[in-house]
């Protein structure tokens, strides 16, 4: 019937005929159209139902938007969806019977219609990101096309990540540590490493509740980042992450110290509610400054970048947002020449979901990637994707309908939070 459709649509176009290349021309036209994907009619796809699964206790949410066409998408947020299953309920009752394609106007009406619910930040926010990156999968599905192609194209076809080593997991690292897990993930192809520096069990540590770093903090953390310096030399770029947990003294200190190391940045060394005070320590020093991961909304980094409170922005697209939000805060700190370099803790899924983003704006800097996808087979078993996941430190973007990763159900389903719904 969609054949018979377009061909009438030929016939009864007379003025194709009265053209000299009438003949070619229509050919190519009618072609073109048959290889166009007609399996739902955007025009007729509507919301059915949102149903979601978690993983890692309830801080790894997962959603699958339904339709009446048997179209679905898949999105994820981290860290803030702790008890988030009945937000996505309520988002699913407001999103039934709509258009998925009006990804925009379905974000906005979710965020306003939370204004007095926590809309500003947190988890509500983290539950909206996991929904409107579902939103885009959906429509690139229905309409053919990658995720960065509805964001309005790309700037590059690969995506620079740096590999997070999570060495903060091993007992009081040693500097030997460092060098050996700098000197791996080199091996691995990566050009950029991520080491973290809040080491709580710190012997030389004054008490639990102290944020300023005593001098043998201060040796500790030096000693660390100048034997992964020395491990990989010059040209492997060294980020430092701090995690929020000390004051502003010591971040303006171990600023300081490392600038004789040329790291790529120094990652939130304080908390994320005060901008005067980052704007005091990026003030004085030459080592960049970065935060950004526990910021929410392009309203959040706002006064950030009107304040030149940071170097280096890393908002994370599972959670401040989604892809448009991201966008939009790409955009904003491009305004300031201010790189945009995300934070990503999710899983697979999430890593391209922010990698269309990524490819989407211009002042794009590098994306986070996770140890755990090489060494926690869970990684691989909760999703569906194209091998390889990365080769010598890029994601190659994916060129398939949506996000091109999708969930595994099944793989996930071992997985999933004791006592929490999946997927019901």
């Not at 590999?163 to 091993?170: S, V």
């Not at 959670?319 to 999710?346: C, D, S, T, W």
């Amino acid at each position: 019937m969609q054949k018979n459709a377009r061909r009438s649509f030929l016939k009864k176009s007379a003025w194709l005929s009265a053209l000299p290349l009438a003949t070619p021309f229509a050919q190519t036209y009618e072609e073109s159209i048959e290889k166009t994907s007609l399996s739902s009619s955007p025009s007729d796809l509507k919301i059915t139902d949102i149903k979601c699964g978690f993983i890692r206790g309830g801080n790894g949410l997962f959603v699958k938007i339904e339709t009446n066409q048997d179209i679905y998408g898949c999105g994820e947020g981290v860290d803030a969806t702790v008890g988030s299953y009945h937000l996505v309920k309520r988002f699913a009752r407001m999103m039934k019977d709509k258009s998925p394609l009006n990804v925009h106007r379905l974000f906005e009406d979710i965020r306003k219609a939370g204004v007095f619910s926590g809309a500003q930040s947190g988890m509500y926010v983290a539950t909206m990101s996991a929904v409107e990156a579902a939103l885009w999968d959906l429509a690139g599905k229905a309409l053919g096309l990658p995720v960065y192609q509805l964001l309005g194209g790309k700037f590059r076809d690969k995506i620079r990540v740096y590999c997070d080593t999570a060495l903060y997991q091993n007992n009081l690292p040693t500097p030997e540590d460092f060098a050996e897990n700098a000197t791996k993930a080199k091996e691995m192809g990566f050009n950029a490493i991520k080491f973290d520096l809040d080491q709580r069990n710190d012997p030389a540590k004054y008490d639990l509740y102290n944020w300023t770093a005593s001098p043998g903090e201060l040796e500790r953390m030096y000693d660390q980042i100048a034997a992964a310096r020395n491990a990989v030399g010059p040209y492997i770029d060294i980020c430092v992450d701090m995690h929020g947990r000390y004051d502003t003294t010591t971040g303006e200190r171990v600023a300081k110290l490392l600038e004789p190391l040329n790291v790529m940045w120094l990652e939130e060394p304080i908390p994320a509610e005060n901008i005067d005070a980052y704007q005091k320590i990026t003030a004085s020093t030459t080592t960049p400054i970065c935060a950004g991961e526990n910021i929410y909304l392009a309203y959040g980094f706002r006064e950030v970048l009107e304040k030149g409170a940071v170097d280096i922005i890393m908002p994370d697209l599972q959670k401040a947002g989604g892809l448009g939000e991201g966008q939009r805060i790409a955009n904003l700190a491009n305004l300031y020449y201010v790189p945009f370099a995300p934070h990503m803790v999710a899983s697979y899924l999430g890593a391209m979901a922010s990698a269309h983003c990524c490819a989407s704006v211009p002042n794009f800097m590098i994306l986070e990637w996770q140890i755990y996808f090489h060494t926690n087979p869970m990684f691989d078993e909760i999703v569906i994707y194209d091998d390889p996941k990365i080769e010598n430190g890029f994601i190659t973007l994916s060129e398939k309908p949506g996000i091109g990763v999708d969930i595994n159900f099944e793989g996930m389903r071992k997985y999933a939070t004791e006592g929490m719904p999946f997927f019901e």
